[in-house]
């Protein structure tokens, strides 16, 4: 049914009750799991100055290979074949379209709801965002 399996980590709890389920259905269907976590140094505030932009940036990558090293402890335990990719950018573009199509995904799960609630309010959410615009079937985790 699905091949490859993408899912989108914020390393809120409700991303990975979707890293969850999307292991769960992985199994069912012999798929390939892609897991992703996206550093979005893009939205740091420039009014932060730019003595402190480094370290915020490190900050962030440093978060995303967290998030990443959690979801590959479960991912190792599973026997299941896998891909972990980090990347910096907007998440919305990255897993709505850039990700799917370089690594194949047949299918995207990702949380509804995660860390970005002032971003949502001044941007969208990334869940929304991607429901509408990849070009592939998305499943949104509550």
Known sequence: MFKTILIALDGSPVSFRALETG????????????????????????????????????????????????????????????????????????????????SHADLIILGKTGKGMMTKIFMGSVARYVSENAELPVLLIP
């Open 23 to 102: 292991m769960e259905l992985a199994k069912k269907c012999d798929s390939k799991v892609i897991v992703t976590s996206i550093s979005n140094v893009d939205n740091i505030p420039v009014n932060v100055g730019v003595d402190y932009m480094p370290d915020l940036i490190h900050d962030v990558k440093k978060q995303t290979n967290q998030i990443l090293r959690t979801a590959e402890k479960q991912l190792v335990n599973s026997k299941m074949f896998y891909e972990v990719i980090s990347k910096e950018g907007d998440p919305k573009s990255l897993i709505a379209k850039v990700i799917p199509e370089n």
